[in-house]
């Protein structure tokens, strides 16, 4: 138990310490044919997910995550986290914030197998953006009756 502990601590340490300009980092956090599954992407191996948070250096500016609490049970966690960051192209400048978890498997060896994320898009992210953002408040609104 204490060795998935100290996993999950590296882990919480590697994702709040990221530097999109060194994302080869997490490569030793994740199994070859690790999962990734979130509102936009679904793919397997390093490789794949490394492109996801390489995108992140191309879209955003001064991207970081802040793990707000986690739940370990064997080898499986949940995190909970703050993504702030910027947008280069809309709202430029403007400071954002996700708030979404993390469900993550691991291996024997204290490599993540399976990271799923869980977050809501268009609360998080398309209500932020121009014209759509005000197509999906209405939609919120209408729902809502």
């Known amino acids: 138990m204490v060795a998935m502990k100290n996993a999950v601590d590296a882990i919480v340490q590697a994702f709040e310490t990221l530097d999109p300009r060194h994302i080869d980092t997490l490569a030793a956090l994740y199994a070859p044919d690790a999962r990734f599954k979130d509102p936009f992407n679904e793919v397997r191996g390093w490789p794949a997910i490394a492109a996801i948070f390489r995108h992140m250096e191309v879209s955003l500016d001064n991207p970081r995550f802040v793990i ?3 739940i370990v049970d064997g080898r499986q966690c949940f995190l909970t986290w703050e993504f702030h960051f910027a947008f280069k192209r809309y709202a430029v400048g403007q ?3 996700i708030l979404g978890g993390s469900h993550l498997v691991l ?9 799923r994320d869980y977050w809501d898009a ?3 992210l398309y209500e932020k953006l121009p014209v759509i953002g005000g197509l999906m408040r209405w939609l919120k ?5």
């Open 122 to 124: 268009a609360e998080e």
């Open 68 to 70: 707000t609490g986690r």
């Open 141 to 145: 609104r209408r729902a809502n009756g």
């Open 95 to 97: 400071p954002q914030c």
């Open 107 to 115: 291996d024997e060896a204290g490599r993540i197998t399976l990271h």
